[in-house]
């Protein structure tokens, strides 16, 4: 994964009639202090993040609390300190299945 990619975090929501929602991270420890919500949405807006990162192939994240404490947050604006422990849970996951998707191209 690129360090420009924006990583999508989304609610696990089955019920069609709840407007699905989602939230793009970003993060490049060589230029940020910590990650920033660059992205979010309900519905429409929701479908084209995860869509984005579908046709990125970008590893999306699924965690109803952590979508709905993003989506307060202002775009562009680096995620308070009491996110930070897991927002970092969530980049580590992220950095696995890229890695992981990296070796099995590589066999």
Sequence with gaps: MS??????????EDNPNI????????????VDKAPKVTAKGKGYVAEKILAAAQSNAIPVYQNKTLVNLLMALELDKEIPAELYTTVAEVLAYIYRMDKNASRSKLK
């Design 19 to 30: 407007p699905k929602k989602a939230v793009a991270l970003q993060y490049d420890p060589l």
């Design 3 to 12: 360090k420009n990619n924006s990583i999508p975090v989304t609610e696990a």
